[in-house]
């Protein structure tokens, strides 16, 4: 992980949008966990830029319709966005949502920002919390998303983008996951009371999602799929993320952002950045607004950290198997 100087460095970067090169008056976005914070800053982004279709995902719909009619008034752009429901805590939700996804026309970016961390040790039929909503959830809707990203790329030779919201958090040396240190199932291993912590699992939880996203991006090459898979880190910001969390964390967050965050704003635009990616970037891990894979340990793209990453993989589909919601990875890479 880049030093803490770096960090700070980091934190005060310039951050730039994108400049889209084509019209996306066409396109439609999605973007999940978008009522708050860094989801709501990026859906209020691809509105001032012109998106045609915006869809915010929240678990809330109240909240979601707020935040809509707060953005279609700042924008002035009243008659663009729809909400959708979806609770990453529930697979079922995450089914349902996907359906909804392959009546779309077209899908350019799904942009997956939803995300916790959680101050206590708290478990979803047999998986903790930030993994099974930050991981399992976060990683089934990306799989169910891909044929309508791939149809898209193909029926419109456009280059749609899959967008993993993660954390520079996540490549901190403390939290490692070496090969003999998971010997059995990764999400079994990090689901107990004893191994908990909530300085690490949010972390983790994010280390998690950057192997999956790597191991996603080697399965599905740009040159056969058509879809750019990144993963982003948004920067320490201003947000409500920590609102789960116990008085150590929320003091600790309370320090380090009143000295360093940068507003959500800001932070947003890495995500907006990596939804217009271009394919050259795929499989990378991106941070102040540009595909940054030098920041990335070298436990974690080395040898070693290739295995971890497959064994997390193997982990993560055995648990979509036996949880009735199994992904049929040959069948999904032959589909166009
Ligand atoms: N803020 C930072 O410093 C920072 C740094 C690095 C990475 N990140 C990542 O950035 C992403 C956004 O975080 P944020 O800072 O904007 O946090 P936030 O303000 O807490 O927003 C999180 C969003 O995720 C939604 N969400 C939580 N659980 C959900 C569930 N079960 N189903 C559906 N949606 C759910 C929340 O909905 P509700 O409002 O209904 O709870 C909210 O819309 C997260 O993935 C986070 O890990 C943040």
Not at 167 to 179: C, E, G, K, Q, Y
Not at 230 to 240: D, I, K, L
């Amino acid at each position: 992980m880049p030093g803490f100087l770096s960090f700070v460095r980091d934190q005060y970067a310039t951050l730039e949008l994108p400049r889209p090169s084509t019209n996306i008056s066409d396109a439609t976005y999605i973007v999940t966990g978008a009522n708050t914070g860094l989801g709501y800053e990026c859906a209020k982004h691809l509105f001032q830029m012109g998106a045609g279709r915006i869809i915010i995902a929240v678990r809330s719909r109240a909240k979601g319709e707020a935040a809509l009619a707060t953005i279609r008034r700042e924008t002035g752009r009243q008659s663009v966005g729809e909400v959708w429901d979806l609770d990453l805590s529930s697979l079922d939700s995450v089914e349902e949502f996907s359906k909804r996804i392959q009546q779309l026309d077209r899908l350019d970016a799904l942009i997956e920002n939803a995300g916790v961390a959680m101050g206590k040790f708290q478990t979803l039929e047999g998986m903790e919390m930030s993994l099974y909503i930050n991981v399992l959830s976060t990683m089934l809707l990306a799989l169910r998303a891909l044929p309508k990203l791939q149809e898209s790329a193909h029926k419109f030779g456009i280059r749609p983008n899959l967008v993993i919201v993660s954390s520079n958090t996540a490549l901190d040396d403390n939290i490692r996951l070496s090969a003999d240190q998971i010997d059995g199932d990764v999400f079994d291993t990090l689901s107990t009371a004893k191994v908990f912590d909530v300085m690490t699992q949010y972390p983790r939880s994010k280390l998690l999602e950057i192997y999956a996203v790597r191991q996603l991006a080697s399965l599905f090459p740009v040159s056969e799929s058509g879809v750019t898979i990144n993963a982003v880190n948004p920067g320490m910001c201003y947000s409500e993320l920590d609102r789960n969390g116990n008085f150590r964390l929320r003091l600790l967050m309370a320090i380090m952002r009143a000295l360093l965050a940068r507003s959500t704003e800001k932070g947003s635009r890495n995500l907006v950045q990596a939804a217009f990616a271009g394919s050259d970037s795929h499989g990378s891990y991106f941070s102040e607004c540009r595909a940054k894979n030098e920041d990335l340990p070298t436990w974690i793209t080395d040898k070693d950290g290739k295995r971890v990453q497959e064994h997390i993989w193997a982990d993560l589909l055995k648990r979509l198997e036996s949880t009735g919601h199994g992904v049929d990875i040959a069948s999904l890479r032959a589909k166009k």
